[in-house]
Every structure is written in C-alpha cells, then in structure tokens.
C-alpha cells in the first residue's frame, strides 16, 4: 500500500480548514493544520508536507510571502502549493491578484468559496 500523503492546510479561517480538512481525510489523505503563515512555516519545517493548501490573505506572514519563502527554499522548493484566494471578485481594490500567487511559483490556485470536491481533485492532482 502507498505511504499516506501529509497535505498541510493553512487559513485564518477555523471552519474553512476543518471543512477542508475532514474531506481530504475522507479521501484517504493525512492533513496537517495551521492559521497564518509563521504557523504555517514552523508546521513544515517540523514535517514536511507533500503538498500545502494556502490561503493568501492571513494574518502576520501572508499566503505570499509563505509561497515566497518555500520556493526560494531548496529544501522546500518542490513541494506543491495549491493557492486559496477570496480576491477574484475584487482584483481591482486588493493588492492580492492571481498573477501575483503565479509569479512566486505557486503550483495552482482555487478561488473561495472553496469547491471541495474540485479542490480534492486538484490536491491529488498535484500530488500524483
């Protein structure tokens, strides 16, 4: 049997990873939590995950500068980063945009409200 891959979910948003969280498990993944980036970057470098589900707007280090900071990282440069972002409806008024997440190297991104069944399928895409 294939070793079970460690997906790590970061967000502000309490009901969001545990939504995400609880599906991905269901789908035979192991799942990792954090709720802003400094948790997030202490999480993996603890464990390293096969792939991270990141938001982009949280508090102290955002979605971003994590992205930023994994793929300048040889150590953790390959893993897969699969983006959230709430800012495709408002692009124009946020400093947040796609082109950003896609510029600093994140491997794909889903936009909130997050369709989980799409976003499993896009983690055991990237996975693969």
């Known amino acids: 049997m294939a070793e079970q891959k460690y ?3 970061v967000d502000d948003d309490p009901d969001l990873v ?6 991905l498990s269901s789908k035979g993944l192991e799942v ?7 948790e997030a970057m202490e999480s993996i470098k603890a464990r390293r995950p096969d792939l991270v589900v990141l938001d982009v707007m949280m508090p102290r280090k955002n979605g ?7 793929k300048n990282d040889p150590q953790y440069k390959n893993i897969p980063v699969l983006m959230l972002t709430a800012v495709g409806s408002a692009v124009s008024t946020t400093t947040y945009t796609h082109q950003e997440g896609m ?10 409200p997050v369709d989980l069944n799409k976003l499993a399928s896009m983690v055991r895409d990237l996975i693969a």
């Open 7 to 9: 997906v790590l979910i």
């Open 18 to 23: 545990q939504a995400v969280a609880m599906n």
């Open 32 to 38: 990792g939590q954090a709720y802003d980036g400094i």
């Open 64 to 70: 971003y500068e994590v992205c930023e900071e994994l």
């Open 103 to 112: 510029r600093l190297l994140a491997d794909d991104y889903i936009a909130k």
